[in-house]
């Protein structure tokens, strides 16, 4: 089993950064992909960011320029930095994890962006 660790949510006024954070604990053996979605309210969740194991990165259209991703492989943890944020990014962001065959996600934590 995969416990997955969030912090670095917020409120934030839009032009504002914010970092979030994610580790990774429990039977790990080895991750592949480390990434970030979010759910906005009445929105289904969407991919933010991703992450391969080599380093590979994918971004969203809505976030690219804005946002890095990036992860320690020795830590198990991945990071979300977030620049000129705006109302429309206001959300739960999720970190999600990929080891092996399974998924795993964290509880969510709230980003909030007022104009």
């Known amino acids: 089993q995969v416990q997955l660790v969030e912090s670095g949510g917020g409120l934030v006024q839009a032009g504002g950064s914010l970092r979030l954070s994610c580790a990774a604990s429990?039977?790990?053996?080895?991750?592949?992909?480390m990434g970030w979605y979010r759910q906005a309210p009445g929105k289904q969740r969407e991919l933010v960011a991703v992450i391969t194991s080599g380093g590979s990165t994918n971004y969203a259209d809505s976030v690219k320029g804005r946002f890095t991703i990036s992860r320690d492989n020795a830590k198990n943890t991945v990071s979300l930095r977030m620049n000129s944020l705006k109302p429309e990014d206001t959300a739960v962001y999720y970190c999600?994890?990929?080891?092996?065959?399974?998924?795993?996600w964290g509880q969510g934590t709230q980003v909030t962006v007022s104009s």
């Open positions: 429990g039977s790990i053996f080895s991750i592949n992909f």
């Open positions: 999600n994890v990929v080891a092996g065959p399974v998924g795993y």
